[in-house]
């Protein structure tokens, strides 16, 4: 599986950005892929992410109601719309891709298994 990350760069706060991210060789069935963003000096942060099979999306506490995760019918693109950008959000933001391992029956539950990142894209946001 490859994962080509484009679309950062550098931006004012307040701005808006959006992240593309295409998927090859993907060989997985139902799959999810996401962003997610690490910032120098600290720890990993889940961004969004999007499932192939309900496009059921999700997304990290301090992006909510800013960036939007979605795909292509192919399901082989994820984008990542962000608005509103402020400088806690410059980071490297990487594309992954894994599975969803799921109960179906009650009481049902997701977990979520990463395999496969991009090289990443830098995004920095400037006060």
């Known amino acids: 599986v490859q994962l080509v990350e484009s679309g950062g760069g550098s931006v004012q706060a307040g701005g808006s950005l959006r992240l593309s991210c295409a998927a090859s060789?993907?060989?997985?069935?139902?799959?999810?892929m996401g962003w997610f963003r690490q910032a120098p000096g600290k720890e990993r942060e889940g961004v969004a992410d999007?499932?192939?099979?309900?496009?059921?999306?999700s997304y990290g506490d301090s992006v909510k109601g800013r960036f939007t995760i979605s795909t292509d019918n192919a399901k082989t693109m994820v984008y990542l719309q962000m608005i509103s950008l402020n400088p806690e959000d410059t980071a490297v933001y990487y594309c992954?891709?894994?599975?969803?391992?799921?109960?179906?029956?009650?009481?049902?539950?997701?977990?979520?298994?990463?395999?496969?990142r991009g090289q990443g894209t830098q995004i920095i946001v400037s006060s």
């Open positions: 992954p891709i894994g599975l969803v391992l799921r109960r179906l029956i009650l009481p049902t539950w997701r977990t979520k298994l990463w395999y496969y």
């Open positions: 060789g993907i060989t997985f069935n139902d799959y999810i």
């Open positions: 999007i499932t192939s099979f309900d496009d059921s999306a």
